[in-house]
């Protein structure tokens, strides 16, 4: 078993306004920087072998202060890089609900098959994730402490899915707020890993 902590980034400008944020680089809010150092916080004390994460700013801003606490490095790993949300990138879901409704309520009925125009698909967000974490999860040895994943919310939302065995169909039955902690015990199964509450 692996102690695995999913952390979802503290709040940007975009989180507040519900703008689609995508790969726009942005930074942490006062809020989101507030946020940052509770994670830290509330982890200390902790076992933690690595503290991972993608490479976007919003990012390395919320690991930052738990990476100083434990004196690790952010390990930059671009499977738990935000989905490519494509020509959505900058838009509101008010603006969205206007200009590109049709597609718009595909996302909101059917994200198990959606994908963002010009953009990634949610399954294939969830297939990087997944890969990413299985490898990760595999460097580790039974004497490691766990690892925290420092992402956005999308990613930890497949993620749980898949450590829960729940289809994609279920993404809108999860919340998860900017700066948000959870824990999950994995073990490894042959298609990756599940809670162990629920292998």
Not at 18 to 24: K, L, P, V, Y
Request: proline share 4%.
């Amino acid at each position: 078993m692996t102690t695995c902590w999913l952390i979802r980034h503290g709040q940007t400008d975009n989180n507040r306004a519900m703008r689609f944020t995508g790969h726009e680089d942005l930074p942490l809010t006062d809020e989101g920087h507030v946020q940052a150092r509770a994670l830290a916080d509330k982890l200390k004390g902790e076992r933690i072998t690595s503290i991972l994460g993608g490479p976007l700013r919003r990012v390395r801003e919320t690991a930052l202060p738990l990476a100083a606490s434990m004196g690790l490095a952010l390990d930059v790993d671009a499977a738990f890089d935000d989905v490519h949300v494509g020509a959505w990138q900058g838009k509101t879901v008010d603006e969205l609900r206007r200009s590109d409704e049709a597609r718009f309520l595909r996302w909101v009925e059917h994200p198990e098959s959606f994908t963002f125009p010009g953009g990634e698909s949610v399954p294939a967000v969830q297939r990087r994730a997944v890969e990413g974490l299985c490898r990760r999860l595999k460097e580790l040895g039974p004497a490691d402490g766990g690892l925290v994943v420092v992402t956005h919310q999308i990613v930890v939302k497949v993620l749980l899915l898949h450590a829960d065995r729940r289809s994609l169909a279920d993404f809108w039955h999860l919340r998860v707020e900017p700066g948000s902690l959870l824990r999950l015990d994995l073990v490894a199964t042959g298609d990756g890993f599940c809670r162990v509450a629920g292998c």
